[in-house]
Structure formats: C-alpha cells, structure tokens
C-alpha cells in the first residue's frame, strides 16, 4: 500500500487538469525518491503491467508501452511534461486483433534503437507472431510456423536500412525481413551450433546486437551458459555458414527471460536468472570477456540499462525479494564503470508500505522523460516512475525531472 503525501500550496490546482495522475501525489518509497503512479486504468486485462517498454524519445513528456496478461492487452501511457499520466484510446485488445490469447509471464517486447517503434513477440493461434508499430497502432510484420519463442532483438542485417527484429527458438534464429522474396515464401531461418559440440543443439535464452562498421554482429547466450558472436552476415538470408567470431563461458545457464543489454558501442550487460540465483555481469561485446566480476542478485527477473549524465547504472528487478518482511520486490542499482559493476548497489527502490506478492520490479525501464532517462517500474496492476531520485549515499542520482515544478 503506497504512502500518499499532499503538497499544500497547490492543492488547490483542479486535479483532472492534470490527467490520470496526479503530480501533487507521491508515492513515499524508499530513500524519498519522489514517484509518480499509475494504477491499472481502463482496460480488460486482468494483470496490467507484465511488460513494459520505452516509445517515443524525443519531445517533452514521455510515452510508455505497457502490455497487459489475462485477457492479453497492448497501450500506451502519455505523460505529460509536469508527469501527469493518461490513457489514449488505442488499447489493443490482442486476442480480437491478432489471434492472441495470452501473452505468457515472459512476454518479449523491444525496442527499436533506431526509431520510435516497438516490437512484441509472442505465441497468437497460428505461430509464433512479432508485431511492430508506434504510437499505440501494432501491425503484423512476421509470422514463424513454431510453437513458442525464446529470445529477440533488434540487428541491423546487411543490405538493410534500419534494424530489424530476430527471433530466436529453441536453436534456431529467424533472420532479418526480406522483402525482395516472392510471395508465400518463408523468411530465413539460422541453426546455430557450438563448433565446439555440433551435435548439441543450443538452447538460445537471450540474444542481443553489436554494431560492428555498419552492421550488427549478433550475440547469443544459449541455457548451458556459452556466450557466442556470430557475423552479422549469417542473418541475411543465411548463405553464410554459421560459425562464431568469438565465444566465452559465462560459468552460468540462463532461464528463458535473460536478458543481453546494450550498455554502449564497447559493452553490454548480461542479465541472468536460473531458479532462485540471479547474475548481472559486464562484457566487452567484440571479444566477450568479461569486465569485473559478477554480481549476484537474489530473484533477479528483469533489468535495464540508464545513462545518467555519462554515467550508466544496472536496474535490476527482483519481483519476489523481500521488502519489509514481505515477498513484495525491490529494484536495485549498479553502477557501471569501466571496470565493471559495483558490488554494493547503488541505490535500492521498494515501496514504502510493501505487499505480500505485490511483485514490484517484474519489469523494468528506462523511458525518456522531457529529454532525460528516469527509472519506470512494473509492479502488479501499478506502473512507478520515479521523476526523481536519489543514491544510498544521500546524494541525487536525477533531480527533479518534471516541468512546471
């Protein structure tokens, strides 16, 4: 149960000016960062807040994806330049849509690094389906004849003049859109294999991109814990034999869920869970060695990358720790140096008054908010932005972000 503090002097402002969330209201978590939340608004789904995901980056005000499990939903939330939240009329009812009737507890939604747009893969009634699309308008872009998918990201394919989405099943990628290919036929698909063992098939947990000139190397974390880099060449009609560049032993096996984050053109964060036992972890993502050690967090499920003025932190979701002496969720920071992750968090988020089971930090994001980045936090049926934050330290990590304070 959130703490709700009142700011006198302008309370007296007419609160449906401001939209569905109020700025006068804050939600007291933990180190006074200042939160503004929004709980599940007018829409079908029974479990708001599976997902989210940064939209639009430029303008003042922020937009965020956010989809919804149960009956399975997609929208979008507008804030405003002074934080407010509301609820366009574009939620997606995905099952009437697309043929999809849930989403899953894993859904798979990205980003797109070079535009506005989003893309959600998941399981629809007849394969494996990514949609892509901006301002809350989804539309079908590939269909697999599989039964689930296991990991995405967006690369840049040569030949092709934006960064489009890959999906990875089981052992299998399924390669960039191309477009010249005659109707009805189907799009590429990669089986990957370890030269080290080419009988073992791999089982593909998380996938990410490397620019490398002017196109993007691909990075493949399969369960038995090798990290791998293929050429960005093998995705482009797979007419190149798919051998790594580069590959390391990460000493763990990830879940499906993990998570390989772009930390800048150098480094990428390794974000992985098996069971209880969570792992993040720096790599140089040209040779795959490793920058530091790992850290170790308890339950982690989920994590994102901010850059604050130069300096970039881990967010990293844990949706069943312990806050309070409850199963409630805590999100904590790491700082990112060129050495590595800190070992002691930076700063740890939880709500004030937490809830059995309220799984605060099931997601994670940093959406850009009147030109800066801010933390966003996905709990159940709630979304937390924090327009304000501060370090364990006491110290500010961002300071007052909304206009007209």
């Known amino acids: 149960m959130r703490t709700q503090m009142f700011l006198a002097a302008i309370a007296a402002s007419s609160a449906s000016a401001l939209g569905a969330c109020s700025w006068t209201q804050f939600d007291d978590l933990g180190n006074e960062a200042w939160v503004g939340s929004t709980e599940k608004p007018d829409v079908k789904s029974s479990d708001y807040g599976i997902a989210v995901q940064r939209a639009s980056r430029s303008g003042d005000g922020g937009r965020l994806v956010v989809l919804g499990a149960g009956t399975a ?64 308008q989804l539309k079908p872009y590939q269909l697999f004849n599989q039964t689930a998918p296991d990991a995405a990201t967006y690369m840049l394919a040569p030949g092709q003049s934006a960064p489009q989405p890959l999906v990875a099943v089981a052992d299998t990628v399924f390669g960039a859109f191309l477009p010249a290919l005659p109707t009805g036929m189907p799009q590429p698909a990669c089986k990957l294999v370890d030269p080290a063992a080419p009988t073992t098939k791999l089982a593909i947990h998380a996938l990410g ?103 970039s932190y881990a967010i990293a979701g844990a949706p069943a720790a312990l806050a309070g002496g409850v199963e409630a ?13 800190d070992g002691t968090p930076a700063a740890t988020l939880n709500d004030a008054q937490p809830e059995a089971n309220q799984n605060f930090g099931r997601a994670v994001v940093a959406m850009p908010f009147n030109g800066k980045q801010v933390i966003v936090v996905a709990a159940n049926n709630e979304i937390f932005v924090y327009f304000r934050a501060n370090l364990a330290a006491g110290t500010t990590l961002y300071d007052e972000t909304r206009q007209g304070r």
């Open 329 to 341: 969720g805590q999100v904590t920071l790491y700082k990112i140096s060129g050495t590595g992750l």
């Open 209 to 311: 991109a490397v620019r490398v000139g002017g196109t993007d190397d691909v990075l493949v974390w399969d369960g038995g814990g090798k990290l791998f880099r293929f050429p960005s060449a093998v995705f482009n009609g797979c007419g190149v034999s798919p051998v790594p560049l580069a590959s390391a032993n990460t000493s763990f096996m990830p879940d499906q869920g993990s998570q390989i984050l772009a930390i800048d053109a150098n480094t990428v964060l390794l974000q992985g869970h098996h069971g209880d036992a969570g792992l993040l972890q720096v790599y140089n993502a040209t040779t795959l060695a490793a920058i530091g050690p790992a850290v170790m967090v308890s339950k982690l499920r989920a994590a994102a990358v901010i850059n604050v003025s130069g300096t």
């Open 73 to 136: 939903t997609y929208s979008e939330l507008i804030y405003s330049a002074s934080g407010a939240s509301s609820l366009p009329p574009t939620t997606l009812g995905l099952q009437q849509a697309f043929g999809i009737p849930n989403i899953g507890n894993q859904p798979l939604l990205l980003a797109d690094p070079s535009s506005d747009n989003v893309s959600l893969v998941v399981t629809s009634d007849n394969g494996v389906a990514i949609l892509t699309g901006a301002q809350g």
